[in-house]
Nanobody
Framework: QVQLVESGGGLVQPGGSLSLSCAAS????????MGWYRQAPGKQRELVAR???????NYADSVLGRFTISRDSAKNTMYLQMNSLKPEDTAVYSC???????????WGQGTQVTVSS
């Protein structure tokens, strides 16, 4: 059974930084895309960043230059480093894995990020 467990959310002041982690268990992914979505109250879910198995990364325009996605394949863990946070970054952040080899998708439970003074 595949599980994605997120950690690292919380409250931070504008301009601050947070780092999110997403640890996967139950399967080693070899051909995939993994990343982070976020959803703020009253807004549509937004793809924040993703990284593929060949190392390509994509970012939403709103976070480009501030957020960095990375992974540690040995630990089966993905990270999202968020710098220069803004109040509009406040949302529930959820990690996902699209296992292209098997055609399965998996989601984490979500972690709250609040940017407020």
């Amino acid at each position: 059974q595949v599980q994605l467990v997120e950690s690292g959310g919380g409250l931070v002041q504008p301009g601050g930084s947070l780092s999110l982690s997403c640890a996967a268990s139950g399967r080693i992914f070899t051909f995939y895309a993994m990343g982070w979505y976020r959803q703020a109250p009253g807004k549509q879910r937004e793809l924040v960043a993703r990284i593929t198995s060949d190392g390509n990364t994509n970012y939403a325009d709103s976070v480009l230059g501030r957020f960095t996605i990375s992974r540690d394949s040995a630990k089966n863990t993905m990270y999202l480093q968020m710098n220069s946070l803004k109040p509009e970054d406040t949302a529930v952040y959820s990690c996902y894995v699209a296992d292209w080899a098997r055609g399965d998708n998996y989601w984490g439970q979500g972690t709250q990020v609040t940017v407020s003074s």
